[in-house]
């Protein structure tokens, strides 16, 4: 059942031993949302755990304390954080059947939880939690703000992404007034390349192509130099991103071989309709971010996709 | 003479017909915040013409329609915005020998002009122009609060660098509520890697190596690649960067060959003082990034700069 951020907080009052979940694979806004929520809840007295199927990164850990010995009582109250579907909770999600209250951010949440407060134009959970404060009563402290400042950043890709709007960079303005280290946090999300990245960065570059005059960017990751780099899911996301951001291109084409030998093409385009292109291939996605798989030969797949992108490129034109 | 936002917005609405001029090279900010301010003070009636030595890059053109005919009118006042010092007008220094009124956020600024307005823990030029605005009584309007946008989040890296500050943000936030196209903006400022950047990063990583267990890593550009890639003194700025971007790396230093067959390091630091590292080759620079010049071979070059860094890091332990 929807409901408002007033009644989420009313029901978050009058709980005292509660659980904080988030989707597993956290990234910085999971971590720091529900980092965020525990921390202010406890300073409210109650009783609070943090639990994520994956662990805390050991990231969040340097940049807010994210990892603390919470005790381990027996919840009452199961709250899901940046989390929009159950399936995202991994195993707690089965071993805790029954969520609560799920505080989000997703339009696409499926409201599995028995409360669902969603803001869904906001850019990252970190800010529905940051809206809930007052309403709890709760005083936001140097950690917090840095939670929720990092939740912020990680969402928005440091304010770049579209998602971003006024209302992001004036909560971020009222983070930083607690003392947010911002040359270091940043420095750490956005600064940092991991070696296998750099690595992969290379692989990726020496491989480029353009097409039909620099509109179509292709990059070939073969397993065995994925396998020296040692790379990570998020490593190879930042390399899918790539190809689009080169002037002049529309569509990027990152196509990458596994161990089974199939391969598995990551589309990305500027202003062409990526899903349509994954969709000739029996694959499917967004309009700007589609992917498609293969268990075909390297050259037919190839073949294929740029069929395929140079179909929905001139049916749009 | 140094002065305050009052005085410079009453010097400002005494006058009609002014010339603002930003520095040479311009970036987002001079651009940016000449521009803001020369609309503010059309808005109030006054006859205002923008004047940079390198013309207005399309980019910003495209942006907020930053090219405008403002007429060939003689001026009676001249304004220097983000400009630090007489020398970075070019040639519009020696055309307007005085500079009436200097509005800046350089530390560095000279007070060259007969008046000088500074904001020294500014991030941006912008968010001086954007403290005058209420002074002037001059209105905001999508343009104006577009091409101040474009100045705040140029000179912090999208709000990366650690000169960001809550105000940043908070005028950030301010200024998006005007209707700025975020995603369109961003995109353009970036996301957009031009070709030659590509060709660029390439090179670099093809030669990148590491030194003293990964604490130093050394990139080579030689000049007949540069030559190839086509590259602009931007695309090398930002390939200076990368080295010190990756994890565990104290020491970033890229040694690029020029025409005259003579070598330029740039070496970019985490924890390590750059300027000692240069100093003892002849150069010097800031803490974190300083550089130096070889005419020598590049064996030599490379092993002096080693053999500089090797005892920086050695006597910094």
């Known amino acids: ?189 956005f600064e940092t390349k991991t070696k296998s990245r750099v690595e992969i960065d290379k692989i990726a570059l020496n491989s480029l192509e353009f097409f039909f005059g620099g509109e179509l960017a292709f990059v070939f990751l073969p397993l065995s130099a994925l396998e020296a780099s040692g790379v990570s899911e998020d490593d190879l996301d930042g390399v899918s991103a790539m190809p689009r951001q080169i002037e002049g291109v529309k569509v990027g084409i990152t196509l990458r071989e596994r161990a089974d030998g199939s391969y598995k093409a990551s589309v990305r385009t500027t202003c062409v309709n990526a899903a349509d292109i994954c969709a000739k291939c029996g694959g499917g996605g967004h309009k700007r971010a589609a992917g498609c798989e293969f268990k075909t030969s390297f050259e037919e797949a190839k073949a294929a996709l740029l069929e395929a992108a140079k179909q929905v490129m001139d049916e749009e034109e």
Chains 1, 2 share one sequence.
Do not use: W
């Not at 709760?138 to 400042?149: G, N």
């Open 1 to 189: 059942m929807i409901i408002t951020a007033e009644k989420a907080a009313n029901l978050l009052l009058q709980q005292d031993n509660i659980l904080v979940l988030c989707h597993r694979n956290p990234d910085g806004d999971a971590i720091g949302s529900a980092f965020a929520l525990k921390k202010m809840l406890q300073s409210l007295g109650k009783k609070v755990r943090m639990e994520c199927e994956s662990g805390i990164p050991a990231k969040y850990d340097v940049l807010f304390g994210a990892r603390e010995d919470d005790g381990d009582f027996a919840p009452d109250y199961v709250v899901a954080v940046d989390t929009a579907d159950r399936k995202l909770l991994g195993t707690l999600g089965q071993q805790y059947p029954t969520v609560n209250l799920a505080v989000d951010h997703h339009e696409t949440n499926k409201d599995y939880a028995e409360f669902t407060y969603v803001e869904d134009k906001a850019a990252a959970a970190a800010e529905v939690v940051f809206k809930l404060a007052p309403l709890l009563g709760a005083k936001l402290d140097l950690r917090i703000a840095t939670a929720l400042y990092v939740g912020l950043s990680t969402d928005t890709g440091c304010f770049v992404y579209s998602n971003t709007t006024a209302n992001t960079h004036i909560i971020a303005g009222e983070l930083i007034s607690y003392g947010v280290n911002l040359g270091e946090v940043n420095k750490i999300l």
